[in-house]
């Protein structure tokens, strides 16, 4: 148990992402479509939804990224952002998660607010 405390107070984020891998955006798909349908979900709803992008589309994807953030945070927010940002540009792909409303209202029984816990658990659980 000490073991897995001390890999949780020595954890951090790393930004520094890059195509520099033998792992295609293939494989990635691959892996999404076996584990994704397993994911836990209220009533079996099954809401999670991925779009993998990757190669030419990446980049697109992140420039535009880029250029609404550029509008909208404030120059220090922006100068923190932009290596994040321009790191994913250059990473191999992007995993986008969506929610399908219709899956989550049609699965998950209830009012709202219960539907709205359940599938943030889903989310985070994908």
Do not use: C
């Not at 999404?32 to 709803?45: D, G, K, Q, R, Y």
């Not at 030419?56 to 509008?71: A, F, H, R």
């Amino acid at each position: 148990m000490s073991d897995f405390k001390d890999l949780l107070t020595k954890r951090r984020s790393h930004y520094a992402i890059g195509a520099n891998t033998d792992v295609t955006a293939s494989d990635v798909t691959a892996a999404l479509n076996e584990v994704i349908p397993t994911v836990p979900s209220a009533f079996n709803s099954q809401g999670v939804r991925v779009v993998v992008v990757s190669g030419e589309k990446n980049q697109q994807l992140w420039d535009l990224i880029k250029g609404v953030q550029t509008e909208v945070l404030d120059a220090g927010t922006l100068n923190y952002m932009t290596p994040i940002m321009d790191g994913a540009r250059e990473a191999v792909g992007t995993i986008l998660f969506f929610e399908d409303r219709d899956a989550v209202e049609a699965g998950i029984p209830g009012n709202p607010e219960r539907r709205s816990v359940y599938k943030n658990h889903e989310s985070a659980n994908a």
